[in-house]
């Protein structure tokens, strides 16, 4: 039955123009859509009858408590873009979760449709099999193909998600009913063998490179060098602040002592401020060595004696930086 107006467009005054029309098309509006409302709540269905979503149309599925024309409208769309809907989890993905909870109890959809056990790869697939298949609909499936040419085929299901142009339950089709091939190559494990290192022209940042060694460890690894003016063995390493004994061998392997850089001291000439410098020489040696160097009289000190200058603490350790020339 129709609705009854309780008012007539032609009873608005002359003057009201195009205002008058407005207000009269609005309140025709809402007229329509209370009395609709009130017819609806006449049809709605007992608890116990279902609607199959494949088969019933848009009066049918308007008569689910909780549906909506907007709702109808969408599910209209994708049964005829895919061919119709293979069971309730699709349908979850077109209706809102607080609507869904109160249409789920008063629909079904019947069990026809892609049998589980077929799959399609995906990464040979033609678009017509994907349309034919209700897989996609015709635009969708083009957008696949180009995007899975352009990539050179897929390599994970994230990729897949990724591709805007598909809808969610094209998605959750593609997923169930295909199948990726793909299976990426064996990398092989290539282990890291750090070059061996000259520890006498090593670079902190080379150093750093290496097992066991950090960069605050190979900078004060160059600094004691610095200081040593050369290193003779790597065991002298076991001297420098910080460095473990643990990451000492981890690092031994990579370094080797080369010839040196810088000259040893010259004991004829060297003031005891550069003697006392050295970390093997303290202040007290480095003035007796200084003080028996001015009783010795000039020429070369040979190195006999001046090794005998030597403490036999320290002796060994010292010879390798002096020289009397």
């Known amino acids: 039955m129709r609705a009854e107006w309780s008012y007539r467009f032609r009873s608005w005054p002359p003057g009201w123009g195009f205002v008058g029309w407005g207000v009269g098309v609005l309140l025709a509006g809402a007229t329509a859509f209370w009395a609709g409302q009130g017819r609806r709540t006449d049809v709605l269905l007992p608890d116990s009858v279902r609607v199959e ?36 989890d699709e349908l979850s993905l077109l209706i ?25 790869d995906l990464q040979t697939v033609d678009s017509a099999t994907l349309v ?9 499936a083009g957008s696949f193909v180009r995007y899975r040419t352009k990539r050179g085929g897929f390599r994970s299901w994230a990729e897949l998600d990724s591709l805007r142009s ?48 950090g960069l605050y460890t190979a900078e004060r690894i160059v600094k004691y060098r610095e200081k040593l003016r050369y290193f003779v063995s790597l065991d002298q390493l076991r001297e420098v602040w910080g460095l473990r004994p643990e990451n000492l061998e981890k690092a031994r392997p990579f370094l ?63 010879e390798p930086y002096l020289t009397g020339d």
């Open 53 to 88: 979503v494949n088969k019933a149309d848009s009066l049918r599925l308007l008569s689910v408590p909780g549906m909506t024309p907007g709702i109808v409208s969408r599910l209209l769309y994708w049964r005829q873009s895919l061919g119709g809907f293979r069971d309730l």
């Open 96 to 120: 809102d979760t607080s609507r869904w909870e109160q249409v789920s109890p008063f629909l079904e959809v019947s069990a026809e449709g892609i049998p589980d056990t077929v799959r399609w």
């Open 132 to 140: 034919r298949a209700g897989l996609c609909r015709f635009r969708a």
């Open 166 to 213: 598909l809808h969610p339950l094209e998605r959750y089709r593609l997923r169930r009913w295909g199948l990726l091939t793909w299976q990426p190559a064996p990398k092989p494990r290539v282990q890291f063998h750090p070059p061996s290192l000259d520890l006498n022209r090593a670079t902190p940042a080379e150093l750093e490179k290496l097992p066991g060694i």
């Open 256 to 318: 080797y002592v080369g010839p040196p850089l810088r000259e040893p001291l010259r004991l004829r000439e060297a003031p005891a401020e550069s003697l006392a410098a050295h970390p093997y020489i303290s202040w007290k040696l480095a003035r007796q060595l200084v003080r028996r160097r001015n009783t010795w009289g000039p020429g070369p000190i040979p190195p006999e004696v001046w090794k005998s200058w030597l403490p036999d603490s320290v002796r060994d350790r010292v």
